[in-house]
């Protein structure tokens, strides 16, 4: 078992008064249990809780005038093994629940039709856990991780062709790759131990023999050790704050390590 401390401090300035949904908040799942949290939103500590998308995790509603600022801080412990991949067969499509069906189709950053030509070339012969192993290796040799290019209205795609991304690019390649083979995929939002530089972390899960498997194609972080903060189609669904208005950043730590 891992348990991570988690401290997070944000400092925003509005232009205007808005609507904010924050989603800082590890969430609480069958292989990961949240023993401590406290999260604080100022300078007005109004909020309405949502469930997050399937479920997984809560967002929050809150509305500011001239700033927001959050902290959060909390202690989770995770229980979850490292898969091993090549023992994972894919799910035939016809044994798929109806909530998995929803993360084959193309979502905002992830189109599929242009990973299918290099996906049945490339990976010819790989099926399953084999093949999304394979697809990390080749994401591993091909791509550069650079902060530089933190566009966050990049497809896919875009991504790809500079060969240069940062989490968010990495998972939203590997997503399209794989539902181009005909397996559900579908983006994460985490804390992890080791990443550089720290930041709020993207990795991806994928659906084999019947149950969601994480992984990380940017290779910083393991199953065993990423605390979720929630789950989507790509990063569309699970930003951890979303301003409905014009906002800028002043202040953005964050800071994980094994407790």
Known sequence: MTKLQINIALDYRLDSPCALLVQLAAAATHNQTVDHCNLQ???SDNRTVVPAHDGIGTRIWT???EYLTATYDARVSIDRPNPNWSNLAATPLAELPGETVCYLFNSLYCSIGAFDPL???QFKGLAGGALIAAMCEYLGAEM?????TDNAQLSAQSSFA????VCRDYAHILISMARAADIPARFVSCYAPDVLPQDFHATVEVFLEGTWHLVDPTGMATADEMAIIGIGRDATDVSFLTSFGSM???EQRVNVHRA
């Not at 550069?144 to 530089?148: L, M, Q, R, V």
């Not at 500079?162 to 991304?165: D, E, Q």
């Open 248 to 250: 800028q950043m002043t």
């Open 162 to 165: 500079m060969r240069r991304g």
């Open 119 to 121: 996906v049945s070339q």
């Open 63 to 65: 509305q500011q005038s």
């Open 144 to 148: 550069t991780y650079g902060s530089d």
């Open 41 to 43: 939103l100022g300078p």
